[in-house]
């Protein structure tokens, strides 16, 4: 069947106008990740009726993908998630425009990439790759749109031109993909990572086996539906001009299932600033052992209180 894009989206014009409308019906979007957010915010975009997409990434459907990722069904396990998540939203609007990239882009292809689009959404779960995306972002005058959940607690935030960048507001150096990777897997970060903990409630041993490897990223449905629904209004509200974005340093900020209007965190900012310090070379830390029992006596610490909390009759 034919749709006119006034029947499918017809309830969006009580509203928006027919110039705002028209405005997210050519706004070209790039979302470079296959993660649930992803998936989710280009469904939910296809439904505010978007109809020019970029989706990039290089993943299959796990069984572990059942719990939060929108294209995951017992029959697509195993099956490419870009190609399915392309199937999706022409199955909301067959008119819709979508140009699939079955990798994610390297450093030299993000340039001309995020270039030809209009609104950028780094969606992957690597921290020092999404950097990157938002550097390029920036340099190209695109707003960004940063949708960071994990456990219960999250991060979503529209990043431009003339906003602080994500190295700013988190308290991370503007070092290059390789230094980021290194230093990103030092026990020192690994260990300044406990809001996972203490606001996204991430089990201890959790933690500690996500961050070794072992283990995926700790996430619940609802709250990275939830991360991805706000990003979507953000990508909505920059798409359009009509009202304004929440745009960094402000932030709409998941806490332990909670959702506020917010800021980041001038405390963590500092923290991570004060452990890159001294933490950003071999010699620092090697100086600075005694972090490391700093660090045990406060994980041991959040280790008690997660097993009083067990013990609590329900």
């Not at 993908?65 to 190609?83: A, L, Y």
Request: aromatic letters at 12%; charged letters at 20%.
């Amino acid at each position: 069947m034919e749709f006119d894009y006034k029947d499918l989206f017809g309830r969006n014009y009580g509203i928006l106008n027919e110039k705002e409308q028209q405005r997210i019906s050519e706004t070209k979007i790039v979302i470079i990740g296959d993660t649930g957010t992803g998936e989710v915010l280009a469904t939910l975009l296809a439904r505010c009726g978007f109809t020019r997409f970029t989706i990039a990434g290089n993943g299959i459907y796990r069984p572990s993908d059942m719990n939060r990722q929108i294209g995951c069904f017992s029959d697509t396990v195993g099956k490419n998630k870009v190609d399915i998540i392309a199937k999706l939203l022409l199955s909301i609007n067959p008119a819709i425009r979508i140009t699939t990239l079955h990798h994610l882009p390297s450093e030299a292809e993000m340039d001309q990439l995020i270039a030809m689009n209009d609104i950028a959404v780094p969606a992957v779960d690597d921290l020092s790759y999404s950097l990157l995306l938002f550097r390029v972002a920036r340099k190209h005058c695109i707003p960004a749109i940063l949708c960071v959940p994990a456990g219960t607690m999250g991060w979503v935030s529209v990043f431009t031109k003339d906003s602080p960048t994500p190295e700013d507001v988190f308290g991370i150096p503007k070092l290059d993909y390789p230094s980021l990777v290194n230093v990103m897997r030092t026990r020192e970060f690994r260990c300044a990572q406990y809001p996972y903990v203490t606001s996204g409630n991430w089990r201890v041993q959790w933690f500690f086996d996500y961050f070794t490897g072992k283990r995926p990223l700790a996430l619940l449905c609802p709250v990275e539906w939830l991360a991805a629904s706000l990003a979507a209004l953000e990508t909505v509200k920059t798409a359009t001009g009509r009202w304004s974005p929440m745009t960094a340093p402000r932030c709409w900020y998941l806490s332990k299932g909670n959702v506020r209007a917010s800021r980041f965190s001038t405390f963590v900012r500092l923290h991570r600033k004060l452990g890159w310090a001294l933490f950003g070379s071999d010699n620092g830390t090697r100086m600075h052992r005694l972090t490391h029992f700093i660090w045990n006596k406060f994980f041991k610490y959040l280790r008690r209180q997660e097993k009083n909390r067990s013990r609590v009759p329900q």
